[in-house]
Nanobody, 123 residues
Framework: QVQLVQSGGGLVQAGGSLTLACAAS????????MAWFRQPPGEEREFVAA????????YYRASVKGRFTISRDNSGNSVYLLMKGLKPEDTAKYYC????????????????WGWGSQVTVSS
């Protein structure tokens, strides 16, 4: 089992920055692909960013590329999402997730989920 404990999030004005953190425990953290998804109000959960096991490869949805950065600290069993230049359309509940295997961009391929962090961007 893997437990994912999230922190961060909140309310920010457009153009501002936030960092989300996710602490993993319960299994060899290095064996997991880690990712962030988000779920805007009334919409389905969507892929935001992912990072491969060795942290050598990162992936982003097009609308956040260049503004968001995913990183991981294997020694601290944590993954982060630095969000800059936030826009009102980034408003959503953000979820940390993990899976064994390669990076995937659909939520049904992920096994473990954090409880979510609300990010609200005001215009």
């Amino acid at each position: 089992q893997v437990q994912l404990v999230q922190s961060g999030g909140g309310l920010v004005q457009a153009g501002g920055s936030l960092t989300l953190a996710c602490a993993a425990s319960g299994r060899a953290f290095r064996s997991d692909t880690m990712a962030w998804f988000r779920q805007p109000p009334g919409e389905e959960r969507e892929f935001v960013a992912a990072i491969s096991r060795t942290a050598g490869n990162t992936y982003y949805r097009a609308s956040v590329k260049g503004r968001f950065t995913i990183s991981r600290d294997n020694s601290g069993n944590s993954v982060y999402l630095l969000m800059k230049g936030l826009k009102p359309e980034d408003t959503a509940k953000y979820y940390c997730t993990a899976r064994l295997g390669d990076v995937e961009d659909r939520p049904e391929h992920y096994d473990y989920w954090g409880w979510g962090s609300q990010v609200t961007v005001s215009s």
